[in-house]
């Protein structure tokens, strides 16, 4: 049996959008869960929401 490669076209936007999202969800969660509410906590969720964008672009190049 052989498997089947979809390929799906990269869509930039979509891209964008989940990325912000993703950023306003975690410093979100880091304001709620551990009442934290400093810019230094907000900057920390941005950066892992900046890496997982990082990480879906590089996925995407790479054909992953």
């Not at 920390?44 to 929401?49: D, E, I, S």
């Amino acid at each position: 049996m052989t498997e089947e490669t979809v390929k799906t076209k990269f869509s930039w936007t979509d891209w964008i959008e989940r990325s912000v999202w993703t950023g306003v969800e975690s410093a979100l969660a880091v304001v709620v869960v551990t009442d934290v509410s400093s810019l230094k906590a907000a900057a920390t969720a941005f950066a892992a929401a900046a890496i997982a964008a990082l990480k879906t672009l590089a996925k995407a190049r790479l054909g992953r």
